[in-house]
């Protein structure tokens, strides 16, 4: 692997930003948003659901796909 191709490759993964799915446990709304330090799947956090008002729990952790960069 070249610099330019590993330069590229830290580069793309510095732009990933990890998403938080969080769920409702009384309506089972869904709320995305960015991921916060510390948090992990089954945590309750201080969010509340926009509908019932009730804290909301993380479901998931993820990243979203990114197009690779073809300026090799």
């Known amino acids: 692997m070249s610099f330019k191709e590993i330069n590229l490759f830290i580069e793309q993964v510095s732009k990933v930003v990890p998403k938080t799915l969080l769920m409702c ?24 659901c926009p509908r019932c008002s009730t804290n909301m729990y993380v479901k998931s952790i993820y990243v979203l796909p990114t197009k690779p960069s073809t300026s090799l």
Do not use: G, Q, S, T
């Open 25 to 48: 446990p009384n309506c089972k709304e869904k709320l995305e948003r960015d991921y916060k330090e510390k948090e992990y799947i089954d945590k309750e956090v201080e969010d509340k």
